[in-house]
């Protein structure tokens, strides 16, 4: 079935370090992918998002890369700041069908 | 954010009980979906709906069942519940033109 795994499951950074979470997907219909910040007792939220047809995003410090080859696609965070610690999910989906979400990646940024 | 709303926030509930979880939203979205968060396992699907007369099963639809009563309303029954769906449960939403979710704020679900 569909399958969606995120790594690595913990990441802690220096502030002001880069922060890198990877994903892989399964089905290669997928033509849409989100990522979505949670930070602590609260609900996800969409920070960046990334369609097939498009390689690379950016959005001041955060960028996705899709490498549908492989069916890789990454988040990178740049000159991570304390309010970055949260945990972060990727997902995937057919167009506007249901997201399947990787595992969740707890982003620990040390002041 | 009241767009997407659950209520209640917080239950604890006794093994066997029948318990329903439920979500109003005011955004108009035709696709409404709830998921259960576990720790390491992400969010993972239960059922999803994309209009009142379409329901669907999700991959962990076993000991759940869902009613779509109105556009806006979106249930999640757990008939007979175990411990081991003590979980954050959130319904979330979104458009047939949209790609993007909007969650609600969540259910924390203890089943003792």
């Known amino acids: 079935g569909e399958n969606v795994e995120q790594h690595p499951s913990t990441l802690s950074v220096q502030e002001g370090d880069s922060a890198v979470i990877k994903c892989t997907y399964s089905?290669?219909?997928?033509?849409?992918f989100p990522w979505y910040k949670q930070e602590l007792g609260k609900r996800p939220q969409l920070i960046i998002d990334?369609?097939?047809?498009?390689g690379e995003k950016k959005d001041q410090r955060i960028a996705v890369t899709l490498n549908k080859t492989a069916k890789h696609f990454s988040l990178h965070i740049t000159e991570t700041q304390p309010e970055d610690s949260a945990v972060y999910f990727c997902a995937a989906s057919r167009n506007t069908g249901k997201l399947i979400f990787g595992q969740g990646t707890t982003l620990q940024v040390k002041p | 954010d009241a767009d997407v709303t659950q209520t209640p926030r917080n239950r604890i509930t006794k093994t066997g009980k029948r318990i329903m979880l439920e979500c109003s939203q005011t955004?108009?979205?035709?696709?409404m979906y709830w998921y259960r968060q576990d720790p390491g396992l992400g969010l993972r699907l239960i059922y999803y709906?994309?209009?009142?007369?379409?329901?669907n099963k999700g991959e962990i639809s076993d000991g759940y069942s869902v009613s779509r009563q109105a556009q806006a309303k979106f249930s999640l029954s757990l008939e007979s519940a175990i411990p081991n769906q003590t979980a954050l449960y959130f319904c979330?939403?979104?458009?047939?033109?949209?790609?993007?979710?909007?969650f609600g704020s969540g259910t924390r679900l203890t089943v003792v």
């Open positions: 979330a939403t979104r458009a047939e033109s949209n790609y993007g979710y909007t």
């Open positions: 709906s994309f209009d009142v007369k379409d329901i």
């Open positions: 990334i369609r097939s047809n498009v």
């Open positions: 955004k108009g979205h035709d696709r």
């Open positions: 089905d290669s219909a997928s033509n849409y």
